[in-house]
């Protein structure tokens, strides 16, 4: 059996990677590249929704309590897409 | 890791065998057979798979995605009488099942690269009831 919990949370990101020169980061992510002032120098990983569900599938990995397993993390970015990990994948 | 995309449309359709008779048309389609058509707002939903791009952070880009749905299916079917005015519909039954055939067809060579791969076509026709169709198993 499998039980699934929906948590909603708003944030901020900017899409901009440093392997790219700022034009590429421009062509590549769109809008998204656009700045919002202060740009953190070096993050780990782009803020894209996939890698924020990488990050939130290890940090539920490395905490989590229960005896049932981790089965998938689901995260929808917009009512128009989302991104889905499934454990051991 | 899986990423799915939404597109909408709204089109028209008339399922019936032009093979057959009206009566048996009716028995087999029921209401979905009247010559007139009726219609429906499909929803659409892709599902690609994929890892994501070491410095992109991207499995597929989503515009580019938006893009292919756009041209392969909401471009030419949205606000079309389906069975008059899109191919391979003139001769092939509408559907939802068929019709979910049609997009994956459309859609596979657009998104398949290495890496990537287009996972599953998942076509709503009501809030009821939709398809899921992920290629020849």
Avoid at chain 2, 30 to 44: F, T, W
Wanted: net charge negative; glycine share 4%; with cysteine.
């Amino acid at each position: 059996m499998r039980l699934t919990r929906r948590y909603r949370f708003s944030a901020s990101h900017r899409l901009d990677t440093p392997a790219l020169t700022a034009e590429e980061n421009r062509r590549l992510y769109g809008k998204c590249n656009n700045p919002y002032g202060d740009v953190p120098e070096l993050a780990a990983a782009v803020p894209t929704t996939e890698n924020l569900a990488s990050a939130i599938r290890r940090f539920l990995a490395t905490e989590w309590p229960l005896a049932a397993q981790l089965h998938r993390v689901r995260i929808s970015e917009t009512d128009r897409n989302m991104f889905e990990l499934e454990t051991g994948k | 890791m899986l990423l799915t995309r939404k597109a909408e449309f709204s089109a028209s359709h008339v399922c019936a065998d032009p093979s057959l008779s009206a009566a048996e048309n009716e028995a087999i389609y029921g209401r979905n057979a009247n010559p007139n058509g009726h219609g429906h707002n499909y929803v659409l939903e892709v599902t690609v798979e994929g890892d994501p791009d070491a410095t992109t952070g991207m499995v597929f880009d989503l515009r580019e995605l938006k893009e292919i749905l756009n041209q392969e299916v909401v471009d030419p079917m949205d606000h079309r009488f389906l069975n008059r005015e899109v191919a391979p519909f003139d001769r092939v039954i509408p559907t939802t099942e068929n019709l979910a055939l049609e997009i994956w067809k459309r859609l596979e060579p657009r998104i398949d690269r290495p890496n990537v791969r287009l996972r599953n076509v998942r076509l709503h026709e009501t809030a009821d009831l939709y398809v899921d169709y992920g290629g020849k198993q």
